[in-house]
């Protein structure tokens, strides 16, 4: 029911920004909740941030929380992760996600839609 396409990753240097875009071709955009997840090589993939309409809440990891910003914008059908101040820890593939009603917003299987994943390196 819900495309995700995915753009904004690269390289980019310790202490750097990057700004990742999540573009939602399906209908009622406003009507999900929104997440993003990362997943190192040889980890989980873990919950980075969420964005919570019906509860009119973000929540974040503690790991990104005060760096990373999570947005959506209904009138471009397109959700955001801003990420400031940037780690190699933070390295990652990144997937956007989105939830008919992610009452556990950090726990992956409240999600059925993803997209493919965007790589962010941040070398030191």
């Known amino acids: 029911q819900v495309q995700l396409v995915e753009s904004g990753g690269g390289l980019v240097q310790a202490g750097g920004s990057l700004r990742l875009s999540c573009a939602a071709s399906g209908r009622t955009f406003t009507f999900y909740d929104k997440a993003w997840f990362r997943q190192a090589p040889g980890k989980e993939r873990e919950f980075v941030a969420a964005?919570?309409?019906?509860?009119?809440?973000?929540y974040y990891a503690d790991s990104v929380k005060g760096r990373f910003t999570i947005s959506a914008d209904s009138a471009k059908n397109t959700v955001y992760l801003q990420m400031n101040r940037l780690k190699p820890e933070d390295t990652a593939v990144y997937y956007c996600?989105?939830?008919?009603?992610?009452?556990?917003?950090?726990?992956?299987?409240?999600?059925?839609?993803w997209g493919q994943g965007t790589q962010v390196t941040v070398s030191s």
């Open positions: 964005n919570s309409w019906r509860r009119g809440y973000t």
């Open positions: 996600a989105f939830g008919v009603d992610a009452t556990r917003y950090s726990e992956k299987n409240e999600y059925a839609y």
